[in-house]
């Protein structure tokens, strides 16, 4: 028992840091641009990630032919989905960005509607519609005939596609997270996506003006440090604790620690850069955990019907 209250007590410590992430890369961005911000802190993270499967060492190697789908997960997980991230936090605040992001199991659903992978239920889709709608009070404060006038649409609408692909990635994962353990398919996730993305720390490009190897010297402290913060605590420490907590109290009971993501994304916000509090964040953000909460239990239940089932005789 006193295990497994220390699972739960060190789980709580991970929507944190997914939380604040969102303030530290404002604050990374400071300095460098999205796509350098991303650069820096995924070869921390992935330099840290190789050392620990080198101290692993047991099963650690991956199969050749699964290295092309790796690259790909890589690409769509890191190397994309963070310049997209980084971008849209440039235009949005962290508020807006925690909440919506907490709906990409909605958008898991309405994936599994199209390719028909899953099974989805009437409950699952009255979930998705409450999060939509929870979505639209927070990025127009309840003005929805001025959606296309507010000044955070650009961040919020990359934010949203953030969540698509998201979704994408958590669908398509299936195919390395049945044959690799958690924690090593994330950590070659990140190693190849970080691959991706290093030739673009010496070039520019149109994705950024001005290379990582050109900015770093005018990179402070701060900068370095909000870095150090989203490789160590963001990515390395709260995917190997989330792991964890899948392998001991399984992870229907671990996912639902993620509904505590926006929350703190928010407060985070509010705390650092004094971001408005309003009612409709408020009240978006409840209906978005609402929502969200309601389509990954039917989710959960869908899922179920794909597992063996124990037969029990009534006496």
Same mark, same amino acid.
């Not at 047991?58 to 994309?80: E, S, V």
């Not at 609408?157 to 990635?169: E, Q």
């Given at each position: 028992?006193?295990?497994?209250?220390?699972?739960?007590?060190?789980?709580?410590?991970?929507?944190?840091?997914?939380?604040?992430?969102?303030?530290?890369?404002?604050?990374?961005?400071?300095?460098?641009?999205?796509?350098?911000?991303?650069?820096?802190?995924?070869?921390?993270?992935?330099?840290?990630?190789?050392?620990?499967?080198?101290?692993?060492?047991?099963?650690?190697?991956?199969?050749?032919?699964?290295?092309?789908?790796?690259?790909?997960?890589?690409?769509?997980?890191?190397?994309?989905?963070?310049?997209?991230?980084?971008?849209?936090?440039?235009?949005?605040?962290?508020?807006?960005?925690?909440?919506?992001?907490?709906?990409?199991?909605?958008?898991?659903?309405?994936?599994?509607?199209?390719?028909?992978?899953?099974?989805?239920?009437?409950?699952?889709?009255?979930?998705?519609?409450?999060?939509?709608?929870?979505?639209?009070?927070?990025?127009?404060?309840?003005?929805?005939?001025?959606?296309?006038?507010?000044?955070?649409?650009?961040?919020?609408?990359?934010?949203?596609?953030?969540?698509?692909?998201?979704?994408?990635?958590?669908?398509?994962?299936?195919?390395?997270?049945?044959?690799?353990?958690?924690?090593?398919?994330?950590?070659?996730?990140?190693?190849?996506?970080?691959?991706?993305? +290093? !030739?673009?720390?010496?070039? /520019? =490009?149109? #994705? @950024?003006?001005?290379? &990582?190897?050109?900015? +770093? !010297?005018?990179?402070?402290? /701060? =900068?370095? #440090? @909000?870095?150090?913060? &989203?490789?160590?605590?963001?990515?390395?420490?709260?995917?190997?604790?989330?792991?964890?907590?899948?392998?001991?109290?399984?992870?229907?009971?671990?996912?639902?620690?993620?509904?505590?993501?926006?929350?703190?994304?928010?407060?985070?916000?509010?705390?650092?850069?004094?971001?408005?509090?309003?009612?409709?964040?408020?009240?978006?953000?409840?209906?978005?955990?609402?929502?969200?909460?309601?389509?990954?239990?039917?989710?959960?239940?869908?899922?179920?019907?794909?597992?063996?089932?124990?037969?029990?005789?009534?006496?």
């Amino acid at each position: 028992m006193k295990k497994l209250y220390n699972i739960h007590l060190l789980l709580l410590t991970v929507p944190i840091f997914w939380g604040t992430s969102y303030v530290a890369a404002k604050i990374g961005m400071r300095d460098l641009l999205p796509l350098n911000l991303a650069i820096m802190r995924f070869v921390i993270a992935s330099l840290l990630f190789s050392l620990i499967l080198l101290l692993k060492k047991k099963d650690i190697y991956l199969d050749k032919k699964d290295i092309p789908q790796f690259f790909l997960l890589g690409f769509m997980a890191i190397t994309f989905f963070y310049y997209i991230h980084y971008t849209g936090l440039q235009y949005t605040t962290s508020t807006n960005a925690g909440l919506i992001m907490a709906t990409s199991p909605i958008f898991v659903a309405l994936f599994c509607i199209l390719t028909k992978q899953e099974s989805v239920e009437s409950h699952s889709l009255l979930g998705t519609c409450i999060a939509f709608i929870g979505v639209l009070l927070v990025i127009t404060q309840g003005k929805i005939s001025s959606l296309y006038h507010q000044k955070t649409l650009l961040g919020d609408s990359l934010i949203i596609l953030n969540a698509m692909m998201w979704a994408w990635v958590t669908l398509n994962g299936k195919t390395v997270l049945g044959k690799y353990s958690p924690f090593v398919a994330m950590a070659y996730i990140h190693i190849f996506g970080t691959v991706l993305l +290093l !030739p673009f720390a010496f070039i /520019s =490009t149109s #994705l @950024a003006e001005i290379s &990582l190897w050109q900015q +770093l !010297p005018a990179v402070g402290w /701060s =900068t370095i #440090l @909000a870095s150090a913060y &989203l490789a160590i605590f963001c990515s390395v420490y709260s995917y190997f604790i989330w792991y964890l907590g899948v392998s001991k109290i399984g992870a229907v009971k671990t996912a639902a620690f993620n509904y505590f993501t926006p929350i703190m994304a928010s407060l985070a916000g509010f705390t650092v850069f004094h971001e408005q509090m309003t009612g409709y964040i408020a009240l978006g953000g409840f209906l978005v955990t609402l929502g969200v909460y309601i389509t990954n239990q039917k989710m959960k239940l869908s899922i179920g019907r794909f597992l063996p089932m124990r037969k029990y005789k009534h006496s």
